[in-house]
């Protein structure tokens, strides 16, 4: 196994064209029934057509796409569109997840919530503004859920080959919501161990990015016991590692670049690696001031600064760098105790690489 990666393996076979044209024909579908049932739904077909075409690293159906081709399994546009199923799922995950933190943009755009607050007022509708957003993109969240189950059924693969797929689904689908509620959760309680940042992070990011996926493409593949342990043993250090590198954006990373303002997760108080490592290993009146400036909502620019320094100083950083390394390399080291095709094998390293080494 090589660890270069000269063509994205998103971009492989055709990969992200066959994603993106499985997602926009059955959105083309959907906005019909919308627009037939009243003429209001207009705006909500063109937001998540918006929010799921104009963007997003198509990573999860990859995982699935390369994790199904590594198991032995035939490619077709059918299993390619089941797979785009995943893509409303993290649709759904980010509307919500923006609207719990009041964010205000999602890769350099307005939210949902706050594109629909907008429209209202632009239209000067009656009652509040923000209410009507958030509202909105409760629903539009939901929706994105029901889509990615009725894209799961309706792409074209036999029902018993989905049947057999469709247990993984649930539960990944199940484990991201609780992963939300359990951040919320730790937000209020303050809780800021180790421990629990990283049962956050699992839940509600790392096992629907990579393990889960892949699990999805072995079952559809009906992939032998022991490709499914080595999904497993490669997928969730490897999501934990992408978990982490998106908290060190988050921290760290340039707008420009994340699509996110700078500081957001330290606006947000959010209890991340970073932070919890942070508390571990600053003394009483650094771990005072991190605390302090953690979770205000108008934290400004020298407020930020001022508690990246502490992350820096503390070591966090450096240690949840080391961190990422140390994962992806055991998540590699997986790879190598299963008989896998040669491609998709390749895909996976560099796959491993692309979900870590994201620029800041």
Same mark, same amino acid.
Do not use: C, N
């Given at each position: 196994m090589t660890h270069a990666a000269p063509v994205s393996p998103v971009d492989r076979?055709?990969?992200?064209?066959?994603?993106?044209?499985? $997602?926009?024909?059955?959105?083309?579908?959907?906005?019909g029934w919308l627009t037939a049932v009243d003429?209001?739904?207009?705006?909500?077909?063109? &937001?998540?057509?918006?929010?799921?075409?104009?963007?997003?690293?198509?990573?999860?159906?990859?995982?699935?796409?390369?994790?199904?081709?590594?198991?032995?399994?035939?490619?077709?546009?059918?299993?390619?569109?089941?797979?785009? /199923? $995943?893509?409303?799922?993290? &649709?759904?995950?980010?509307?919500?997840?923006? +609207?719990?933190?009041?964010?205000?943009?999602?890769r350099g755009e307005p939210a949902m919530h706050r594109r629909f607050a907008a429209r209202h007022r632009t239209a000067g509708w009656g009652g509040d503004a923000d209410a009507f957003g958030d509202a909105a993109a409760i629903l539009l969240g939901d929706l994105c859920l029901v889509w990615s189950d009725e894209l799961l059924h309706s792409s074209g693969l036999p029902p018993a080959t989905v049947a057999r797929a469709r247990p993984v689904f649930d539960e990944m689908r199940t484990e991201v919501t609780v992963g939300q509620y359990l951040d919320v959760l730790t937000q209020a309680t303050g809780d800021t161990s180790l421990d629990r940042a990283a049962k956050v992070a699992r839940y509600k990011s790392a096992k629907y990015t990579v393990e889960r996926p892949l699990l999805l493409g072995a079952a559809l593949a009906g992939a032998p016991p022991e490709?499914? &342990?080595?999904?497993?043993?490669?997928?969730?250090? $490897?999501?934990? &590692?992408?978990?982490?590198?998106?908290?060190?954006?988050?921290?760290?990373?340039?707008?420009?670049?994340t699509g996110k303002p700078?500081?957001?997760?330290?606006?947000?108080?959010?209890?991340?690696?970073?932070v919890a490592a942070a508390l571990e290993?600053?003394?009483?009146?650094?771990?005072?001031?991190?605390? /302090?400036? +953690?979770?205000?909502?108008?934290?400004?620019?020298?407020?930020?600064?001022?508690?990246?320094?502490?992350?820096?100083?503390?070591?966090? $950083?450096?240690?949840?760098?080391?961190?990422?390394?140390?994962?992806?390399e055991s998540a590699l080291a997986a790879l190598t105790a299963v008989d896998l095709d040669t491609e998709a094998r390749q895909a996976l390293v560099d796959l491993a690489i692309a979900a870590t080494r994201r620029p800041a």
């Open positions: 076979a055709g990969l992200r064209q066959r994603i993106d044209k499985a $997602l926009t024909e059955f959105l083309a579908g959907q906005r003429d209001g739904l207009l705006p909500v077909a063109e &937001a998540v057509e918006a929010f799921v075409l104009g963007g997003g690293k198509r990573l999860r159906p990859a995982f699935g796409y390369w994790g199904y081709r590594g198991a032995g399994g035939i490619d077709s546009d059918q299993v390619v569109a089941t797979l785009a /199923a $995943l893509e409303f799922v993290q &649709a759904s995950a980010l509307i919500h997840d923006d +609207l719990m933190d009041r964010s205000d943009t999602r490709v499914h &342990a080595a999904y497993s043993a490669y997928g969730l250090p $490897l999501g934990e &590692a992408f978990q982490l590198r998106d908290d060190v954006l988050g921290v760290f990373g340039d707008p420009e670049r700078a500081g957001d997760d330290l606006r947000e108080g959010k209890r991340t690696y970073l290993t600053l003394d009483p009146a650094g771990r005072e001031a991190l605390l /302090a400036g +953690l979770g205000v909502p108008d934290l400004d620019a020298a407020g930020v600064d001022r508690l990246r320094e502490l992350i820096s100083t503390s070591g966090a $950083l450096e240690r949840a760098e080391r961190h990422i390394t140390a994962l992806t």
